[in-house]
Nanobody, 115 residues
């Protein structure tokens, strides 16, 4: 069984920072691309950032330069460091990977940014 256990997040003022963590189990973490998605109220879920097994990263345009995705293969954990937060970053954030052709999701973590 594959598990993605999220922690972190919460509330911050605009311009502040938060960090999300996603600890995995049940997979050979180091070979999988890991993703962070988010879903704001009344909006579709969107891909925020990805990191592949080699450490290459990709970001959606709205967060590039403010968010950093990273991974620690020793801890089988992926992180999302969020800086210069904006109210429009308010959303539920989800950790995600594809395992044997199926999507595996974390439970989601609320991030709320106050102006």
């Amino acid at each position: 069984q594959v598990y993605l256990v999220q922690s972190g997040g919460g509330q911050a003022q605009a311009g502040g920072s938060l960090r999300l963590s996603c600890a995995t189990s049940g997979i050979n973490f180091r070979i999988y691309t890991m993703n962070w998605h988010r879903q704001a109220p009344a909006k579709q879920r969107e891909l925020v950032a990805s990191i592949n097994s080699g450490g290459a990263t990709n970001y959606t345009d709205g967060v590039a330069g403010r968010f950093t995705i990273s991974r620690d293969n020793r801890l089988s954990t992926v992180y999302l460091h969020m800086n210069s937060l904006k109210p429009e970053d308010t959303a539920v954030y989800y950790c995600h990977t594809r395992y044997k052709g199926s999507d595996v999701w974390g439970r989601g973590t609320q991030v709320t940014v106050f102006s």
